[in-house]
């Protein structure tokens, strides 16, 4: 006999079957063979199990339903089924959620990090996931996987960080010592793609076949789904619009070049420029928004130069591979009333035809999201695994 | 019974399988089964009416792979069971090519474009047309397809050119007017997108899920394949490398911006360049490639800026979608030796971290091949037909 918390029946269709019910759902038999382009017969079959092991449940029949013509029984994800941990890990803090099924997030934790070296985050990992599978135990609910969410270089399928500079990491095979530290499967992503896994499964992506997600903030990062999978990259890099190189005549970037997007618009390049040109002494991001909305020309000039660099990557990536929508996102949003316009305009300008016709959506998202990214590559791999 | 050009069985399963050989062939069934992820009993049921049909061939035993542990009778595609015709039509010129089901150049034909309104240029494909099926009547072999090419905003699936700024032409529903003047089944699409789909097939990017095909010349365009399908663009616009801005200080570009990889470095930017920087009075590219060629500093300035130009716009492609390789290609490799090494340092100073290990090769394409992959379009038409 399986275990309680195995999935059913592993084979791509019943992990398509699966996902386009965890995305659409409620969907009825039917409804979900004409969006997987599988036969009735297929999907009777997989849902079946996935019924029996509780994942899928079936509501009960739906006089208004019925009354549109459609046959009655559609089937959902039960979210409560099994609950996931996601992490997210900045230079100076881990983020964790514990979501359930479905990716919303039941429980959310801060934990200081004073130390980036891969012990000691292990260890503050440890104890996070320690005290969110203690409210999982709470619940009486299993917790079937960690997903852990990383800036820089990660090569997921190895479960290794080959690259991170907020964290100074070099070649962590985190997803070997998490496991063992933990004794859940653990995923490990790039943060900008776990942050877009979530939009394509449960946020603004769902049933969109090629989108870009943008965040702005720390760093200027991207996500891209393409024929509706996540681009990764054939060595690891992807999504780079933080080093789209818009100026010979610009900021030095940390990555050698002058006048990359990145060195113009993430926080630390706006606060360096405010400094230059005002001579003001701010101390942090907040201080910069709370000068520009005073009217302060330098700090208003340095938002406007961000927004205009993030319009012109977001334009780039648009005439390169003419996403349906760009949906732009993360802690930089605070500062949107300070740059929005000319992001747009700036798009507009720099689009190429009718790559300008892509919907370009701002989508304010807590911090918390990153760790739920974080879950929703583990429910991934929950899905998709052998 | 079916028409004997009939293709059999219709499913994206046969189709999957005839491509896989088509690509890759001679395979054995077991290795097609290994390659397409298919049961071998679903490949031994398509094999046999595509052999049937005549479109695949079993060669003989062959001694020396049974040596090899490898099972008998390999298959591959008759190349020569059916024929297809590709155009690429310039602003200036049409160029046709008769190609063999495997994509091989049997006959080429040239043919001035005096009178660019669509009507002029629909006679003239009728024409060229009717020259190239009077060839396959003298080989005995049907042509089963016409795939027409052409630069700029193109909607194949509907058979419009949207725009084309060369031909200047909008909306030309030009699937369906060839339709009816030539009696073929036709496929409209973009030129550059054309001529990535004969890589893709049976060029430089067979095997490969994630590649770019970089065209310099005239234009400045970019194909890219990724997770093994061409990128179309949700509006029509992708692959513009041409119209990432790289220098808002650099010359006025036909879209309106500044410092359009395009502007500096398509063969009328460099000749421009040129005239400026020498006052010399050079007429065209060979002549400019002469002037740089014999020192002039002027000319070899102005190439090696375009070169610098055309490798940070790979960077850029490599840097969003990291590319397992990016060929290089386009009638502007005549002036290769002049920019090589700048494409190169200019990639390599722009690619960020490990997107710097793509493959950038060169590929010099004779003008033809721009019809063939016209050609391509239509064979890839055949063979997923309903």
Same mark, same amino acid.
Request: with cysteine; hydrophobic share 45%; net charge negative.
């Given at each position: ?136 135990? $709470?619940? &009486?609910?299993? @917790?079937? =996987?960690?997903?852990? +969410?990383?800036?820089?270089? %990660?090569?997921?399928?190895? *479960?290794? /960080? ?58 200027? $990062?991207? &996500?891209?789904? @393409?024929? =509706?999978?996540?681009? +990764?990259?054939?060595?690891? %890099?992807?999504?780079?619009? *933080?080093? /789209? ?65 993030? =319009?012109?990557?977001? +334009? ?71």
């Amino acid at each position: 006999m399986q275990p309680p918390e195995a999935f059913p029946a592993q084979t791509p269709a019943v992990a398509q079957i699966f996902t386009t019910v965890l995305s659409h759902g409620p969907l009825t038999r039917s409804e979900v063979a004409e969006r997987t382009a599988l036969s009735a017969a297929a999907v009777t079959k997989a849902v079946r199990p996935l019924i029996e092991a509780g994942y899928l449940v079936e509501d009960a029949d739906d006089a208004a339903r019925r009354a549109l013509g459609r046959p009655a029984n559609p089937v959902r994800v039960d979210g409560g089924r099994a609950l996931f941990i996601g992490v997210k890990a900045t230079g100076n803090e881990l983020i964790g959620v514990l979501t359930d099924l479905c990716c919303r997030i039941r429980v959310a934790r801060h934990l200081p990090l004073t130390d980036q070296d891969p012990r000691a985050v292990l260890a503050a990992i440890s104890d996070l996931v320690g005290e969110l599978r203690t409210e999982a135990e $709470g619940l &009486g609910v299993p @917790v079937l =996987g960690l997903g852990l +969410a990383v800036s820089g270089d %990660v090569d997921r399928a190895r *479960g290794v /960080v080959r690259y991170s500079p907020f964290l100074g990491w070099s070649e962590v095979p985190l997803a070997e010592l998490a496991g063992m530290t933990c004794g859940l499967p653990v995923t490990v992503e790039n943060d900008v793609r776990a942050l877009t896994v979530a939009e394509q499964w449960f946020g603004a992506g769902v049933g969109l076949s090629d989108f870009a997600l943008v965040t702005v903030g720390a760093g200027i $990062g991207c &996500g891209l789904v @393409v024929h =509706g999978q996540v681009v +990764a990259g054939a060595h690891g %890099v992807a999504g780079e619009i *933080g080093h /789209v190189a818009i100026d010979p005549a610009g900021p030095k970037c940390r990555c050698g070049n002058r006048g990359c997007v990145e060195a113009i618009a993430a926080d630390a390049a706006v606060l360096d420029r405010i400094r230059e040109t005002t001579g003001a002494d701010v101390a942090d991001t907040a201080q910069a928004i709370d000068l520009a909305r005073r009217g302060e020309p330098g700090a208003r000039e340095a938002y406007a130069a961000a927004g205009e660099a993030i =319009g012109r990557g977001i +334009a780039t990536v648009a005439n390169l591979f003419g996403p349906q929508r760009v949906i732009i996102s993360g802690e930089g949003l605070a500062a949107y009333d300070l740059f929005a316009e000319q992001i747009r305009d700036s798009f507009t300008a720099y689009a190429f035809g009718s790559a300008a016709q892509c919907d370009v959506q701002t989508r304010p998202l807590p911090f918390e999201e990153w760790a739920r990214g974080a879950a929703a590559t583990a429910i991934q791999s929950f899905i998709r695994s052998d």
